[in-house]
């Protein structure tokens, strides 16, 4: 059975930081790309970042300089440092495993960017 679980979520204030953790389960992790996803309430959800297999990152124009997405393929998990929040970061992140036609989500971890 494939897992993959989101954590770090929570509330901060605007300039403030949160690092969310993908812990994966039950797939060969370092083959897999991994990406993180926020969907915003009534919104579709939308891209963040993406790790590969190999280690390049690349981030969406809203994030960029902003977060960081790194991995630890010992301990079968991804990250992401989200530094400098803002109150449009609020929504749901989720993490997405990828191997050719494979593809895995996680359950999602709310981040709410608020004073």
């Known amino acids: 059975q494939v897992l993959l679980v989101e954590s770090g979520g929570g509330l901060v204030q605007p300039g403030g930081s949160l690092r969310l953790s993908c812990a994966a389960s039950?797939?060969?992790?370092?083959?897999?790309?991994i990406g993180w996803y926020h969907q915003a309430p009534g919104k579709q959800r939308e891209w963040v970042a993406t790790i590969s297999a190999a280690g390049s990152t690349n981030y969406a124009d809203s994030v960029k300089g902003r977060f960081t997405i790194s991995r630890d393929n010992a301990k079968n998990t991804v990250y992401l440092q989200m530094n400098s929040l803002k109150p449009e970061d609020t929504a749901v992140y989720f993490c997405n495993a990828r191997l050719g036609d494979r593809d895995y989500w996680g359950q999602g971890t709310q981040v709410t960017v608020s004073s």
């Open positions: 039950g797939i060969t992790f370092r083959f897999y790309a």
